[in-house]
């Protein structure tokens, strides 16, 4: 038998070239891991993050952030039009929870203005100028003689100088010592509610003198103590109305 050198040759030759592949294989390998390591080690921690998450976000869709509900006047939920006067009133709600009146994106009455006590609480605001006038409060709970409380508020009432807004919240109780004449000056400017006013009842109440607000302008709210319902051990809960009154054509 003959022995093929050819097929030797080709055996060595494809066992030479297959060393030289793996060779070649674990070379690059190394090299793929040194460059590697060069990069970790070269490359700050906060700026290899960054470039991963930029990598990653890479195809996402941008996460649009809407910007914070701008603040309204008197904390209104929406901006009043121009050329109106923004209120708000919110009564009492029990011991601790005072009444505010704000017009304007003003404090006209309220717990840190040190104006706010139990009972009747009013502020005059010209409907000319939009600023307050007068503010003051009557206890309706106490007060010795019964008319103590009740005339002096119809009085200032009545005195009220035309084109006048009058805002009027309670706190605690305002139905004690409140008189026939004080409902009545109260029932003239408006009032549905006065003459339904209870013990500790939480009532608003706008009203105006010398010109007419425009119909369906929330105006008046009452809700009643309910020992069943009672938001607070022996009152109910506060109460609130707000709104946007068209000022004066000029």
Not at 185 to 213: C, D, H, P, Q, Y
Request: with cysteine; hydrophobic share 35%; proline share 6%.
């Amino acid at each position: 038998m003959e022995w093929d050198t050819r097929v030797g040759v080709r055996g060595a030759r494809s066992c030479g070239g297959g060393a030289f592949k793996a060779l070649f294989l674990v070379f690059a390998a190394l090299c793929a891991w040194y460059s590697g390591y060069l990069v970790v080690e070269l490359i700050p921690d906060v700026h290899l993050t960054n470039a991963i998450y930029s990598i990653r976000s890479i195809g996402e869709k941008p996460v649009l952030k809407a910007p914070p509900p701008r603040r309204q006047k008197c904390d209104h939920w929406t901006p009043c039009p121009p050329n109106t006067y923004a209120y708000r009133l919110l009564s009492g709600g029990g011991r601790d929870k005072h009444a505010k009146i704000c017009f304007e994106d003003e404090l006209l009455m309220g717990e840190k203005m040190g104006n706010i006590q139990r009972g009747i609480n009013i502020a005059v605001v010209s409907y000319v100028t939009g600023k307050v006038t007068a503010t003051r409060s009557f206890d309706m709970y106490e007060g010795g003689d019964p008319a103590d409380n009740s005339t002096p508020m119809t009085q200032f009432i009545q005195s009220a100088p035309a084109k006048s807004l009058l805002l009027m919240v309670t706190h605690d109780d305002g139905s004690t010592r409140l008189k026939a004449d004080a409902k009545n000056a109260i029932e003239a400017l408006g009032s549905r509610e006065i003459r339904n006013m209870k013990f500790r009842s939480s009532w608003v109440f706008l009203a105006a003198t010398g010109f007419e607000l425009p119909a369906g302008l929330p105006r008046e709210k009452i809700n009643h103590s309910d020992s069943s319902k009672n938001r607070y051990s022996g009152w109910p809960a506060e109460i609130q109305i707000e709104g946007c009154i068209p000022r004066e054509p000029s």
